[in-house]
């Protein structure tokens, strides 16, 4: 059974950093794209970021390039998303979802791939941040 577990999350101030953490068991894929997600609310659940498990590509939505980073440890089943530069606007429950055989890109200049192609989901971290 797959199982995703979001952790890190909390308050902090804007201008801040917090470093999510996601813990992947119980899939044997090979090849698997790993998204980050968020949903605010009475808003739709929008992708973040994306790690491509084949050659460690990323993806990046454009509101968080360049403040969020994500990595992961393979040893460890693990995939980070650091996040820098906090904004209020950022403050949402955050998701990292995993998905088989399915590329991070596309094709270049557009973003991550969106929840609907994602099947395994964590239960979400709670992000706010504060003005």
């Known amino acids: 059974e797959v199982q995703l577990v979001e952790s890190g999350g909390g308050l902090v101030q804007a201008g801040g950093s917090l470093r999510l953490s996601c813990a992947a068991s119980?899939?044997?894929?090979?090849?698997?794209?790993l998204g980050w997600f968020r949903q605010a609310p009475g808003k739709e659940r929008e992708a973040v970021s994306c790690?491509?498990?084949?050659?460690?590509?990323?993806n990046y939505a454009d509101s968080v390039k360049g403040r969020f980073t994500v990595s992961s440890n393979s040893a460890k089943n693990m995939v980070y998303l650091q996040m820098n530069s906090l904004k209020p606007e950022d403050t949402a429950v955050y998701y990292c979802?995993?998905?088989?055989?399915?590329?991070?890109?596309?094709?270049?200049?557009?973003?991550?791939?969106?929840?609907?192609?994602?099947?395994?989901w964590g239960q979400g971290t709670q992000v706010t941040v504060s003005s």
């Open positions: 979802a995993v998905e088989p055989w399915a590329p991070c890109s596309v094709e270049p200049g557009v973003g991550p791939p969106p929840q609907y192609d994602f099947d395994y």
């Open positions: 119980g899939f044997t894929f090979d090849d698997y794209a």
């Open positions: 790690i491509d498990s084949s050659d460690g590509s990323t």
